[in-house]
């Protein structure tokens, strides 16, 4: 059955740093998979989603993630962290109608 | 427009006390889930809905939780006797019907069973 596993619960980078937040998927058939953003006491947001169109997606707030099917992976992106993308991020892929979520990673921002 | 509401916003309840949480989703949007996240995790999928009926509810993990959603817009996750266990934050989430995968998540209703 479809599942993501995402590499690292905590992931610091330094304001102005390269941000790669890695997620690794599993998933018999070509898949549907997804980054959301859950900043603290809101709701989940979709940051972007892949869906078998062009593999490098680009999302809101400067986000982008590729998808690699030779690597099973679909790593999250930016070029320069902003204290304001200190939030948790969980990777997500489809199964059946339903989107099965990682653990998610919480990233930190040092000033 | 509006979002994906849900109340209450903080529920704290005796254990083995019934509870009930409400979900208002976007207008028009007739595929409704219900998810689960503690401490720590990623959502965990419970129940979705397409228009009034269950089309799925795999991941209810026992007996004692139960959702409905008569009219195919608000839905009530249901929970009897509850257990310390049952502590967590639960997530609705509407899409315009189910398959497009663009979920619109509300802020949760965080659950405290004491």
């Known amino acids: 059955a479809q599942s993501v596993t995402q590499l690292g619960s905590h992931v610091s980078v330094s304001e102005g740093a390269l941000v790669l937040l890695r997620c690794n998927y599993s998933?018999?058939?070509?898949?549907?998979l997804f980054w959301y953003v859950q900043y603290p006491n809101q709701g989940l947001q979709l940051l972007l989603k892949y869906t078998s169109a062009a593999t490098l997606v680009k999302g809101i707030n400067g986000f982008e993630a590729e998808f690699k099917k030779s690597e099973t992976s679909f790593h999250l992106t930016k070029p320069s962290a902003h204290m304001s993308d200190a939030a948790e991020y969980f990777c997500a892929v489809n199964r059946d109608d339903k989107i099965i979520f990682g653990k998610g990673t919480r990233l930190h921002i040092l000033p | 427009g509006a979002g994906v509401s849900q109340t209450p916003s903080n529920k704290v309840t005796e254990k083995g006390k019934y509870v009930e949480l409400r979900c208002d989703p976007i207008s028009g949007h007739t595929a409704l889930y219900w998810y689960r996240q503690s401490l720590g995790q990623g959502p965990e999928f419970l129940i979705y809905?397409?228009?009034?009926?269950?089309?799925?509810d795999s991941g209810l993990p026992n007996d004692r939780f139960f959702a409905v959603r008569p009219e195919g817009s608000v839905s009530t996750l249901k929970i009897q006797r509850t257990e310390r266990g049952d502590s967590a934050v639960y997530l609705c989430a509407s899409s315009r019907e189910a398959g497009t995968y663009e979920q619109y998540f509300g802020p949760g209703t965080r659950l405290t069973v004491t």
């Open positions: 809905f397409q228009g009034t009926g269950a089309a799925d």
């Open positions: 998933s018999s058939v070509p898949p549907y």
